[in-house]
Structures are given as structure tokens and as C-alpha cells.
Nanobody
Framework: QVQLVESGGGSVQAGGSLRLSCAAS????????MGWFRQAPGKEREGVAA???????SYADSVKGRFTISQDNAKNTLYLQMNSLKPEDTAMYYC?????????????????????WGKGTLVTISS
């Protein structure tokens, strides 16, 4: 059974940093895309960042230059380093995996094709 468990969320002031982690179990990421998505209250889910089976990364325009996605295959863990956080980054952040798609497609479609989803970790940024 595949499980994705996010951690690292919390409350920080604007300008601060957080690092999210997504530990995957029962899952081999070879050739598949993994990514981060978020949903703010009253808004639709949006793609934040993804890394595909070829190692290509893609980011939403709103986070480019501030967020970095990475993965440790040995630990089967996906990370999202978030710097220069803004109040508009406040959302529930979800990890997802399992699409055989380019990273850019997964981001712009907010996760089309992703077969597995975590339960999320809450990020709150105060001004």
C-alpha cells in the first residue's frame, strides 16, 4: 500500500523559510513524477513544483526563485525548500506521486495523472 506522509509545515512570519518533507512508502519513484501542490481556503488546488522521471523540475510562476524541489531516492523522500515566504503562500500543502508525465504538465494541471496523494501539511505565513 502506497503512503505519502508530509511534514514540516508550520507558522512563520513573512520572509521566513520552511522545508517540507514527503516520505513515501510502498512506492518506487523510478520513472514517475512527484510534486507539491497547495490549496488555500476558498481556492482551487494549484501546482507548486514537480520533478519528473527524467529529473526535470517545474515551478509555478508564483514560487520561482523562492522554492526548490528536490528528492532523496535513497530515503524515498521528496522535499520542498521554501524561502522568502509570503502571506499568499498560506495553504495546505500536499505531496503527490505516480504520474508518467513531464513535470511542467503536472504543475500546470495541478496534478493531472497523479495516482497517490498525501493528507497534507498546513503552512501559515503571517505578515
Amino acid at each position: 500500500q502506497v503512503q505519502l506522509v508530509e511534514s514540516g509545515g508550520g507558522s512563520v512570519q513573512a520572509g521566513g523559510s520552511l522545508r517540507l518533507s514527503c516520505a513515501a512508502s510502498g512506492y518506487s519513484n523510478s520513472g514517475y513524477c512527484m510534486g507539491w501542490f497547495r490549496q488555500a481556503p476558498g481556492k482551487e488546488r494549484e501546482g507548486v513544483a514537480a520533478i519528473d522521471g527524467d529529473g526535470n523540475t517545474s515551478y509555478a510562476d508564483s514560487v520561482k526563485g523562492r522554492f526548490t524541489i528536490s528528492q532523496d531516492n535513497a530515503k524515498n523522500t521528496l522535499y520542498l525548500q521554501m524561502n522568502s515566504l509570503k502571506p499568499e503562500d498560506t495553504a495546505m500543502y500536499y505531496c503527490a506521486a505516480g504520474a508518467r508525465s513531464p513535470a511542467i504538465l503536472v504543475v500546470v494541471t495541478a496534478g493531472y495523472g497523479m495516482r497517490y496523494w498525501g493528507k497534507g501539511t498546513l503552512v501559515t505565513i503571517s505578515s
